[in-house]
């Protein structure tokens, strides 16, 4: 009897029960599921905080170029075998040739710039690029676009946009579709300049508010929003209906017009 009694007196396993174990668990997957969005979230929030960097260090050197030239940059050259942009290296080149800056940090690899010197291209240093550099094509993939037309269709007159052609007065008369004065640009703070664009290899690198043109508008990677840089160096992160809703937003359209009026 007293070995009984004493063996009832021993101390219990000091491991969990089952029941408890599966609390625990549960415990841990709820807070994980909690915790998982959130952490995404900030994750996502950190990219488009360094996406509103690019764009207003572009901003930043936009303002230099345009102090330099007094014209803006122009979109590309005008057509032809091998259209180039030339926006991006033209701004480049007051941004310390930093391609990096010029790339989304949400877009994947193939629609990354990186500066590559091929001497086999045989190229002069024109239109902003390096000698021998390997230009950016209209059909490269990219991550940023420039509003060349602005509301206006191609070769609209009088164009809307900062200028489609890179090309100075080739037309020789301002009306037409060079790039453009600086001095035309009525409002610079309400003028959209560059934004975060959809890339699939047509015209990445210009952005354009046409109702028909869904894969032409700004693309919005930013938790639905999309980075916007003015013409005067600040930078918005504006939902896509407040870019291009072709019909209640008036604002939006404006924003996109030299003029500063809605077309
Ligand atoms: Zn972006």
Same mark, same amino acid.
Not at 45 to 61: D, P
Not at 63 to 83: C, E, F, I, R, S
């Given at each position: 009897?007293?070995?009984?009694?004493?063996s009832?007196?021993?101390p219990?396993?000091?491991?969990f029960?089952?029941?408890?174990?599966?609390?625990?668990v549960?415990?841990?997957?709820l807070?994980l599921?909690?915790?998982t969005?959130?952490?995404?979230?900030?994750?996502e929030?950190?990219?488009?905080?360094?996406?509103?960097?690019?764009?207003?260090? /572009?901003?930043? &050197?936009l303002?230099?170029? +345009?102090?330099?030239?007094?014209?803006? #940059?122009?979109?590309?050259?005008?057509?032809? !075998?091998?259209?180039y942009v030339?926006?991006?290296?033209?701004?480049? /080149?007051?941004? &310390?040739?930093?391609?990096e +800056?010029?790339n989304?940090p949400?877009? #994947?690899?193939?629609?990354?710039w990186?500066? !590559?010197?091929?001497?086999?291209?045989?190229?002069?240093k024109?239109w902003g690029?390096?000698?021998?550099e390997r230009? +950016?094509?209209?059909n490269?993939p990219f991550?940023?676009?420039?509003?060349?037309?602005?509301?206006?269709?191609d070769?609209?007159q009088?164009q809307?946009?900062?200028?489609?052609?890179?090309?100075?007065r080739?037309?020789?008369?301002?009306e037409?579709?060079d790039?453009l004065?600086a001095s035309?640009v009525?409002?610079?703070?309400?003028?959209?300049a560059?934004?975060d664009?959809?890339?699939?290899?047509?015209?990445?690198?210009f952005?354009?508010?046409?109702?028909?043109e869904?894969r032409?508008?700004?693309?919005?990677p930013?938790?639905?929003?999309?980075?916007?840089?003015?013409?005067d160096?600040?930078?918005?992160?504006?939902a896509?209906?407040?870019?291009?809703?072709?019909f209640?937003?008036?604002?939006?359209k404006?924003?996109?017009?030299?003029?500063?009026?809605r077309?």
């Open positions: 009897m007293s070995r009984l009694v004493r009832t007196r021993q219990q396993s000091p491991g029960t089952l029941v408890e174990l599966l609390v625990v549960s415990i841990i997957a807070l599921a909690l915790l969005p959130t952490l995404s979230r900030a994750r929030m950190t990219k488009s905080v360094a996406c509103r960097s690019n764009l207003h260090q /572009m901003g930043n &050197g303002q230099t170029y +345009l102090a330099t030239y007094k014209y803006y #940059p122009g979109g590309h050259t005008a057509g032809g !075998v091998g259209t030339v926006w991006a290296p033209r701004i480049r /080149m007051y941004c &310390g040739y930093n391609s +800056l010029f989304c949400v877009a #994947p690899a193939i629609q990354r990186k500066t !590559v010197i091929d001497p086999a291209l045989n190229l002069p024109r690029y390096l000698a021998n230009p +950016l094509y209209w490269t991550s940023y676009g420039y509003n060349n037309w602005g509301q206006g269709q070769f609209s009088p809307w946009g900062l200028g489609g052609y890179a090309e100075w080739i037309q020789g008369n301002a037409d579709w790039a004065e035309r009525r409002v610079p703070a309400d003028m959209i560059v934004g664009s959809k890339s699939e290899g047509v015209w990445d690198a952005i354009d508010p046409q109702p028909g869904v032409e508008w700004p693309n919005d930013h938790l639905q929003k999309s980075n916007i840089l003015f013409c160096a600040h930078v918005e992160t504006l896509i209906a407040e870019l291009v809703d072709p209640t937003n008036d604002h939006g404006s924003r996109w017009n030299n003029d500063n009026q077309h």
